[in-house]
């Protein structure tokens, strides 16, 4: 018995620093400590959708394997509540504010008295006019630059199409439409003659009004050839509209999103979108957690005086490009991580 | 029990708003020759039937002097929630009787509170949309936005997006729901009941009247409205968001049934007023939509012929101690 012991016991000390006491290799133990207790505070536009989601689902399996704090404060699609949120964010000093602005002007003077008091921000997918320590998302000029590049090979004149197309754009202080205007006419411009805009509305993000507004588009203008909207999860509703008009196949939805499986693969594949421009959300969390690693590690001496551009790689999602990997689905995110 | 909007004396205000919207019309019609077409004219109402639609339920609800600020929360859950049992598996059938039992349950709630519990009618259907929202969202939905997968090629998909020799189903569900609802109350006993006591409630009471089961009744009835709504919605556009609960759609729809003469006050108005106010609004948006006026414009030019509208009422119908009562407008 005693031998026993003695042999278990010899056993535990040659075993027990394998696995507790992991080899220094000069960085792995300062990188730990230096995030360990801190606190992240995440303000989104809403919880509750696939890109905020997908996002805080990034944070949280960090937060846990790194221990560090995070607190999501949801403000529900109210600007004000988000606001309010940030300005209430300011005077607890976070580590780290990550934050996903609903509009380009909206928070820019909350994110100014942030970086006066010295509190790191990261910005998410929507580019607010105050730059922060780091932007992590799509570049919505270049994703309209390529949708109106793809608009030109379907509907161009010089590729046998009429040349007419119709925008559909979703919230107009949003930089999704704002910039995305700019890419699209610029685009235009570039290409003369290739292709006309026949119609440009706006529809709230809300894919009923997207539907009404086009059909009457389609009915207004029988040679239409294509529609550019600014995000999937609306442009269901102009898909809806062209299949009613019995046009899918002639009608072409040219859209953009997060790359969740339900809102592009799954339409890319029964034919609703043409093409997609995907900025990949569980792409955009993996970035998200680096970025708060580096920042929690080192932050910067100065806040917001060097912003970090990560801008999203784009994916084209079409009937030919769509690999089992091309988008991804909420659940497994949860399960196994970005 | 007068049934027709406003008619202190001189023109209508349902009257006015015909004038306004033929005046339109007839603008449209002649600069805009795509404008003037039966499959545009067609598509025109189809655009504004679900708007139409629970502008009839509400219209229930307000000449019954309450109103349902709960509606459109009612026609969101109920119907993301018939659409995500149906994609979990169940049969579309059953997966529309348990959305329904939804949306009921909801109403019987505004309804107990209303009748029983005697709390106004804006406070608790104000709670009641938020809460039902919330409930709903957080226990029974896995997302904001929810898909219509499972049921794509079944009878169901017809509701929203089907049609019947070239009438759009949606434009076929508005004419009906209004035939139903302007029968009962021209024609039910229960329907005139509900103008007695929209008119005055303790008259109502003193003669006898059932106040408090057709306070139930009215917005069990407005909740099935919503929920007949949702179906349409979601069966249009392949999916349902939630988050139209927390939108701006209820003002329009309180809108779309003032414009028309429905007095807010109660005991006055007819399904036609909220047709009337429901047709204005898609002559506006269609005709705007094809000339293609900018977002912003749309939406001053629209406020600008509402407001018009509403200035000569106020004009051609002047308030006195008559006419005026608390909350008219």
Known sequence: MKHILKMATVAAALAAPAWAEKPDDGLVHESASAMEGKTVAYVPIAMGFDLTEAWASGLRKDAEAWGYNLTIRDPNWSVDAGAQALSQLITEKPDVIVVHPPEIQAYARLLKQAARAGIPVITMNLKASENTDYFIGADWYDIAVQQTEQLIEICGKSNGGSGQVAVIQGVLTNPTSQYGMMAIEATMAAHEGELEMVSNQAADWDASKAHAIATTVLKANPDLCGFAGMWDNMDVGIAAAIKEAGKQGDVHVVTSGGGNKDSACDNVENGNFDSYISYDAAGQARDLMMAVRAVLQNPPEEAAAHPVAVYTPLKTITKESLYPGACWSLDDLNTYGP | ?329
């Open chain 2, 1 to 329: 029990m007068s049934g027709g909007g406003k008619k202190a004396r001189g023109i209508s205000q349902e009257g006015i708003v015909i004038a306004i919207s033929a005046v339109i019309f007839l603008v449209f019609a002649v600069t805009q020759p795509v404008f003037r077409t039966p499959e545009n004219i067609l598509s025109l109402i189809q655009n504004v039937s679900i708007l139409g639609i629970l502008a009839v339920a509400m219209a229930l609800t307000i000449i019954g002097r309450g109103i349902d600020l709960s509606l459109v929360a009612i026609m969101a859950v109920s119907a993301a929630w018939v659409l995500q049992l149906s994609n979990n598996g169940m049969p579309i059938g059953l997966a529309c009787l348990i959305g329904l039992g939804l949306a009921l349950l909801i109403g019987l709630v505004n309804g107990i509170l209303i009748a029983y519990l005697e709390i106004p009618a804006i406070f608790a259907t104000l709670a009641i949309a938020t809460a039902a929202y919330g409930f709903v969202r957080s226990m029974l939905l896995e997302d904001n936005l929810i898909y219509l997968k499972a049921a794509q090629d079944t009878w169901f998909k017809v509701i929203g997006s089907g049609d019947v020799l070239g009438v759009p189903n949606p434009v076929i569900l508005f004419a009906i729901v209004a035939l139903v609802v302007h029968l009962f109350l021209k024609h039910a006993v229960k329907g005139r009941f509900l103008y007695a006591m929209g008119e005055n409630p303790s008259a109502a009471r003193i003669t006898g009247l059932p106040n408090r089961p057709m306070v139930l009744l009215q917005y069990l009835l407005a909740a099935a409205i919503a929920f007949l709504a949702g179906l349409i919605m979601a069966t249009s556009v392949d999916s349902i968001e939630t988050r139209i609960a927390r939108s701006t759609l209820v003002y329009d729809i309180i809108l779309v049934v003032v414009i028309g003469g429905v007095g807010l006050a109660g005991g006055k108005g007819k399904v036609r007023n909220v047709i009337v106010g429901t047709l204005m609004i898609g002559i506006l948006l269609n005709g705007m939509t094809i000339l293609n006026t900018p977002y912003t414009i749309q939406n001053i030019i629209k406020s600008v012929i509402l407001l018009a509208a509403i200035i000569v009422d106020s004009v051609m119908n002047p308030r006195d101690e008559q006419t005026s009562q608390q909350g008219d407008i």
